[in-house]
């Protein structure tokens, strides 16, 4: 019907904007690296590429007007955590290794002229003009980024306005 044909449709809207389905399109590669002589494993080598590092890249490129982004073929929902445990980045909670890969599905070279006009695009820059931080960029015409395998929350809803109230 019309209205099944309407919904799919939204769903499958719905999934590209929240990550649970593969996007295709043009975009920007962004690769973060180590300092030339760093040590990955230290936790304390300050030219070690760190999760805050790769977490502002991702900042940068949402704030820039990417589509849908992943990191190292890890696609970001809104729900995807990137953090540090020792000396490994995880993010949605699976390590990843060197260089770190960020592809981003948007207008690559608007991407490319606003990522370091961002407030984490700077902080980015910093680290990468203090401590040797390698961070290169890349327009592609296309990128395919993976469905995320991350769970569905199972307790969220949506409230209806039409039946439940609102306390204030």
């Known amino acids: 019907s ?6 799919a449709e ?3 809207s719905l999934e590209a904007a929240t990550g649970y389905t593969a996007v295709e399109g043009p975009g920007l590669v962004v690769v973060l690296d180590s300092a030339d002589g760093s040590d990955p ?11 805050t590092d790769v977490q502002n890249a991702v900042n940068a490129l949402w704030a820039s007007g990417a589509e849908a ?24 909670f699976r390590p990843l290794l060197p260089p770190y890969r960020v592809e981003a599905i948007g207008d ?13 695009g700077r902080e980015l820059d910093d680290v990468v003009q203090q401590f040797g931080v390698k961070l290169s960029f890349e327009q592609a015409t296309s990128l395919t980024l993976p469905a995320s395998t991350a769970l569905l929350p199972v307790r969220a809803r949506v409230p209806s306005l039409a039946t439940d109230t609102v306390a204030g």
């Open 108 to 120: 690559g070279a608007a991407l490319a002229v606003e990522f370091p006009r961002t407030t984490s």
């Open 69 to 92: 982004i992943a990191v190292n073929g890890v696609r970001l929902t809104s729900t995807t955590a990137i953090r540090s445990a020792g000396a490994a980045i995880l993010v949605d």
């Open 10 to 12: 939204r769903i499958g």
């Open 41 to 51: 494993a230290a936790t304390d080598d300050p030219g070690r590429v760190l999760d």
């Open 2 to 7: 019309d209205e099944g044909a309407a919904l």
